[in-house]
């Protein structure tokens, strides 16, 4: 398996709702990351997690919480968001054979975030 | 700080021409650059990773190339497709005061016509 996966493809909700975003690979992979991507703009850091460890935190709100339960796995979760924050959220992953970002990253299809 | 810049933003040719995309960046110690192609809507695919002691590295008809000391790369596409429209990112991976960082340019679109 090759991919990076992500779920769900699109997601509507609003300022006061609860929901996760999940992502998942099984290559093995021990680092994962989280980005957002505004429309027309490239994407932008958010998270990094290695051995499943938080390593960088790119100084993203509380409202947002990111969780990895195991090496595979990686979630976004997502509360009392703002319509700003509307945006595709991309997973990637890497191994880990140099420090972190300095790995080839592995990128999911996104999830296509709307806040209302 | 650094910062990845490139050029054209967006780029139309006949289906047949080779073309070049470029990309720059303001601080020469990075440790690799990567190319990515991203479709409409979609995720990003990884196409080149060239590390800082490499020159070059190909994949079919792509190539890319990397001059850390000038603080650019080009990536080539030879003998281009329509099924190559896509939105072309270049991103760094290098260390600054606060850590390691992965940066990425603005993407060049290109549309490659039938």
Redesign the interface.
Same mark, same amino acid.
């Given at each position: 398996d090759t991919e990076?996966t *992500?779920t769900p493809k699109h997601l509507v909700m609003g300022m006061t709702n609860k929901k996760s975003l999940k992502c998942e690979q099984h290559m093995g992979h021990r680092a994962m990351y989280w980005y957002k991507q505004k429309a027309k703009?490239?994407?932008?850091?958010m998270f990094v997690y290695s051995y499943e460890k938080l390593s960088?935190n790119e100084s993203v709100p509380s409202r947002f919480s990111p969780e990895c339960p195991n090496s595979s796995l990686l979630n976004l979760h997502l509360h009392a968001l703002q319509p700003e924050d509307s945006a %595709?959220y %991309?997973c &990637?992953s890497s191994q880990l054979e140099? &420090?972190?970002?300095?790995n080839? *990253?592995?990128? !999911?299809? !996104?999830t296509?975030l709307t806040v209302l | 700080k650094q910062e990845v810049t490139q050029i054209p933003a967006a780029l139309s040719v006949p289906e047949g021409e080779n073309l070049v995309l470029n990309c720059s960046f303001t601080d020469s110690a990075i440790y690799n650059l990567q190319w990515f192609r991203q479709d409409p809507g979609k995720g990003l695919t990884s196409l080149l990773l060239i590390q800082s002691s490499q020159r070059e590295q190909t994949s079919g008809r792509l190539n890319a190339s990397l001059d850390k000391s000038s603080g650019r790369s080009t990536l080539y596409i030879a003998a281009s497709q329509p099924g190559d429209s896509a939105t072309y990112l270049c991103a760094v991976a290098f260390r600054d005061n606060y850590g390691q960082n992965f940066v990425f340019g603005p993407g060049t679109r290109l549309s490659v016509l039938p």
């Open positions: 990076v *992500q703009k490239p994407p932008e850091l960088i %595709l %991309l &990637a140099l &420090a972190t970002l300095y080839e *990253q592995f990128f !999911g299809p !996104g296509r | -």
